[in-house]
């Protein structure tokens, strides 16, 4: 009973993910962003056209980059673990603030840090660019930590610009606290958000050229000659006018996706999230529905922009807003390490965070069971055995001239046979 509960317990508190927090400028909308109906966490379609396909992840979305419109979801907003796809809002903070050409030193604690590496060895040089492929391709650490270093305020000043630029594109389901897009205490994002960054990153010639390059090479420990290493997003090996973007796995996250098509002049972007396996083939069969049925479906919602956002909040649209260490707002790259940021928890009648209710009950309910589980009655203690009577005792008997002591020899009792049948000459005698 006790390992069951423990087991309950942890599996509760490892589905549940940490509420803590969304992009630091916070929601203006009042409803669901992009429209009302990408407000659940069922599977979303229009009337016209095939129906979508059944695909494997917990979330995805497919919609027109050009257009912005949403053409099918499922669960959209849900706030789940992003993996690697996180790294897509790295880049959107670090390319337009680093000069490509510059050259980086490699470090221990880049070569060091945990997950997956494009190979960066201490003491080896790197241009800006070179970090850049390995971040896109090989989806390397490594390099993001080399490329945030490198930055001004490092990576704690990253992270905050990486939560101040989702709040100004709109990604109101997006919290950072790693920029390598590992699991950590509230890291999140949602489908919705990663169509945002993956639409504002296309924007970028320089993004889209890396996401869409197959293969690069890269310098080996010492210099000692060069290896290839491949794009990981295998859509860009396998599917017609595909654009690649980002793949991204951990044990938590599961497998999570961003991929990107062209044809016909029209550009497809779709997302997953919290998918077992064979993410890229669900990503190829949205796309084909996609590209099927995108003149015959009405939208469902629309990805909305940074004007959107600031009329929202009825200003103009402006770069994302920080807050330097003298305490001054601005737009500049001063950005402090933390930021006071909160997370909308939406209350529904039956889920929280895209999650039911008793998901959040299970870990208190099998702590309560443990503590006043029934627990059997001490037993009693044992009745103490009669001593036995000493050697010596005995002795003394047989050799008593005392008349009892002649009568116990007379006994019956075991004890007094015994000691007529005694060798001692003594004790014969006087047994007769």
Known sequence: ????????AATALVAVPAATASAADGNPFTGPVGGTRLGTTATVESEGGQPPPVVKAGAWLIADIGTGEVLAAKAPHAQLRPASTLKTLTSLVLLPRLNKTD????????????????????GLTYSVDLLFQGLFLASGNDAVNALSSHDQGGVPATIARMNATAAHLGAFDTHVTDPTGLDGDGQLSSAYDLALFARAGLARPDFRRYVSTKLITYPLADNAGRYQVANQNSLLFKYDGAIGVKTGYTTLARNTFIGAATRDGHTLVVTL????????ADAATLL??????????????RLITATDVAAARG???TKPRVVNRAGTSGHEDTA??????RVPVHLGGTDILGLPIWLFLLPPAALALFYFR????????????????????????????????QACRRSSDPCDQACRRSSDPCDRERSR
């Open 336 to 341: 402090p390490a933390t930021q006071p940021v």
């Open 374 to 405: 029934p627990r059997p009655a001490p037993a009693p203690a044992p009745a103490p055995a009669p001593a036995a009577p000493s050697a010596a005792a005995n002795t003394a008997c047989r050799r008593s001239s005392d008349p009892c002591d």
């Open 315 to 317: 200003g103009q649209a």
């Open 273 to 280: 999230l919290n998918s077992p396996h064979g993410v890229t």
């Open 288 to 301: 084909d529905w996609g590209f099927a049925n995108r003149d015959k479906v009405e939208p469902i919602g």
């Open 103 to 122: 050259k980086i030193v490699g470090k221990y604690e880049d070569a060091a840090i945990e997950g997956s590496k494009v190979g960066v060895h201490p």
């Open 1 to 8: 009973m006790r390992v069951f509960l423990t087991a309950l």
